[in-house]
C-alpha cells in the first residue's frame, strides 16, 4: 500500500435511521472521531432524509455521502435526486452500484456507467461497488463478473484515486452475517487491483479497495490489514455506537 494512503471506514446505514437518529449516533461517534489515528479516515452514507442533518454537525470530523444519485443532471425524473443536489446538501461522496440497487431497483452496467459519470462530472467522488453472488463464484466467474461491472467506470484523466474508490463485496456475504474467507478477500482484491492497473496504468495503484460484507469489530483488524485491502464498507455494524466505535479504532 502507498504510504500516504489512508485506510477509508465507511458506513452504509442503507434505510435506517431519521435525521435525529443520524444526528444522535454522529454525536455519540464524535469523541472517537476526535482520536482517529491519522492513517485513516471516516465516510457516512446516511440515507437522503437524514443528510441535512448530518452535514450541519460542527466539527464534520467525517466524509459525507449519499446512497443513490440519478444519471441525469435534472429533469422530470420524480422522487430521483441528483448529483448536484447532494453536492449542495453536503456530500462529497456518493456510493454507487450497491448489489441491493443492482438486484433489487434493476441498476444494470448501462445505468451504473452513466450514473457513474454524471457523478464525477458533478464534481462527487464515487464508492463503486462490484462483487459476484455465489452462482458465479462457483462457476468460476470470479473475475469475468468483476471485470464486467468495472469496465463501465468512465475515463478519468488524472488523480484517479482522489474520484474513485472500489467496494468488493461479495452478495453471498452482505447483510447474510457470512464473511469471506481472508484467502478469498486477497485473491478477489488482487483481481480488482490488477484491473484497475490494466484500466488507469500505475494510477490504479492508489485507488482505494474496500472490503464490504459482514465487517464487524471482531473482524476488522483482520481484514483491513491484508494485501489491497484499503478500507471496509460497514452495514448493520456501522449503526450501532460500540461495534462502530471499535471498528474504526480497534486495529
Ligand atoms: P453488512 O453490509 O456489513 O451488513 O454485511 C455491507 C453492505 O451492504 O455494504
Redesign the pocket.
Known amino acids: 500500500m502507498d504510504a500516504n494512503m489512508k485506510k477509508l471506514i465507511a458506513a452504509?446505514w442503507?434505510m435506517h435511521k431519521t435525521g435525529m437518529e443520524a444526528h444522535k449516533l454522529l454525536s455519540e461517534l464524535d469523541p472517537f472521531l476526535n482520536t482517529l489515528p491519522t492513517d485513516r479516515e471516516v465516510a457516512i452514507f446516511p440515507p437522503f432524509t437524514a443528510l441535512a442533518a448530518c452535514a450541519n454537525i460542527s466539527p464534520k470530523r467525517f466524509q459525507l455521502g449519499a446512497q443513490n444519485c440519478h444519471y441525469a443532471k435534472e429533469g422530470a425524473f420524480t422522487g430521483e435526486i441528483s448529483a448536484n443536489m447532494l453536492k449542495c446538501a453536503g456530500c462529497s461522496k456518493v456510493l454507487l452500484g450497491?448489489?441491493?440497487r443492482r438486484t433489487l431497483f434493476h441498476e444494470d452496467d448501462v445505468i451504473l456507467g452513466k450514473k457513474a459519470s454524471t457523478a464525477l462530472e458533478e464534481g462527487l467522488g464515487i464508492v463503486f461497488?462490484i462483487g459476484e453472488t455465489l452462482t458465479e463464484r462457483e462457476a468460476g466467474r470470479l473475475r469475468s463478473v468483476l471485470a464486467r461491472q468495472l469496465a463501465v467506470l468512465p475515463e478519468i484523466a488524472t488523480d484517479v484515486s482522489s474520484h474513485i474508490c472500489i467496494?468488493y463485496?461479495p452478495v453471498w456475504?452482505?447483510?447474510?452475517g457470512k464473511v469471506a474467507g481472508l484467502h478469498e478477500i486477497v485473491e478477489a482484491h488482487e483481481i480488482v487491483r490488477n484491473l484497475l492497473l490494466a484500466r488507469y496504468g500505475s494510477d490504479g495503484k492508489s485507488v482505494r479497495i474496500l472490503y464490504?460484507?459482514?465487517?464487524k469489530a471482531n473482524n476488522t483488524g483482520e481484514i483491513i490489514n491484508l494485501e489491497n485491502v484499503d478500507g471496509v464498507?460497514?452495514?448493520?455494524?456501522?449503526m450501532n455506537i460500540d461495534t462502530f466505535g471499535k471498528i474504526i479504532l480497534d486495529w
Open positions: 452504509n442503507k450497491h448489489s441491493e461497488c467496494a463485496e456475504a452482505i447483510g447474510t464490504g460484507g459482514g465487517v464498507l460497514v452495514g448493520n455494524a456501522s
